[in-house]
């Protein structure tokens, strides 16, 4: 991803002063020079997000991170369902946590410089809390469900989950646009003109 990542750049940066032929009737040099700085500032914060990502990993895994948390959380939840859940819990916050910064700078720096962000640091903050509400009423009950299978379904568990997850994620697909979007967005009906027509 790093290689790719580079090569993206690179190429961007190639191309920087000349708008492409096939563009060049419809876009001016100042907004594809615009787009183009924009892209390559989004492309290096997303290098350090990646090398953070790798390391945050590899402290899980081969660190001990994650067995450290493990025997941390014994003592408080015991070693049944809601351990799994407060392991899970744990580990997601603590990656959310690392990227936050991440997030915050390209919100309020990248997006916010480019003229792209129409967001209020309180309405973040409204939508951070009501991912979260979203996240664990969701996600408690499908690890439950999934700990559950892993218990009574002995070796072949993992094919039932499968097939939970892929009900979920047919579910979601439903629900999405339908209850979950609009907690975050404002939807209203594309107006009858000439993009509506086109677009059907």
């Known amino acids: 991803r790093l290689w790719l990542l580079h090569r993206h750049l690179a190429h961007i940066a190639v191309h920087r002063n000349a ?18 700085d924009y892209v390559t500032a989004k492309g290096k914060l997303s290098r350090l997000e990646m090398v953070l990502d790798a390391l945050l990993l590899l402290a899980f895994t081969l660190g001990g991170l994650l067995q450290y948390f493990d025997t941390q959380l014994v003592p408080l939840t015991g070693s049944g369902y809601w351990h799994g859940i ?10 959310y946590l690392l990227a ?40 408690i009950p499908l690890l439950l469900c999934v700990f559950w299978l892993m218990d009574v379904m002995g070796e072949h568990w993992w094919i039932y989950v499968w097939l939970v997850w892929m009900g979920f994620n047919l579910l979601v697909l439903v629900l999405y646009p339908t209850v979950i979007a609009p907690l975050f967005n404002r939807f209203t009906p594309l107006q009858v003109d000439v993009l509506k027509t086109r677009l059907q």
């Open 19 to 36: 708008v492409p032929p096939d563009f060049s009737a419809n876009i001016t040099l100042a907004e594809h020079q615009k787009a183009a």
């Open 86 to 95: 407060a392991l899970f819990g744990l580990v997601s916050v603590t990656g």
């Open 100 to 139: 936050l910064p991440f997030e915050l700078i390209r919100t309020f720096g990248i997006e916010a410089r480019f003229g792209f962000n129409k967001m209020t640091a309180g309405l973040w903050l409204q939508d951070l809390l009501k991912g979260a509400a979203v996240t664990v009423l969701i996600g």
